[in-house]
């Protein structure tokens, strides 16, 4: 398997500049997302409208939202 075929299971975007519409372009541009197991977006600005994207990520194990803009209604949506 050559390294443009292995899926990518690890996202780290901790302390970036990263937008709720940046996240929505990553998740739907990329169909390798899939085996997605680790997302990092502590220290971010990403709030509800950014983590509504990432619904479809199954295979996601571990979510870091620390210090976000995420509030609960964001959360339990």
Do not use: E
């Not at 940046?22 to 409208?49: C, E, H, M, P, S």
């Amino acid at each position: 398997m050559n390294a443009a075929a292995k899926p990518i299971i690890k996202i780290d975007l901790h302390g970036t500049q990263i937008t709720d519409s940046d996240l929505a372009f990553l998740v739907n541009a990329r169909k390798d997302l899939k085996q997605l197991r680790y997302l990092d977006l502590r220290l971010t600005k990403i709030g509800d409208a950014g983590v509504a994207n990432i619904k479809g990520l199954g295979s996601l194990q571990t979510l870091n939202l620390f210090r976000t803009q995420l509030s609960d209604q964001g959360l339990s949506s």
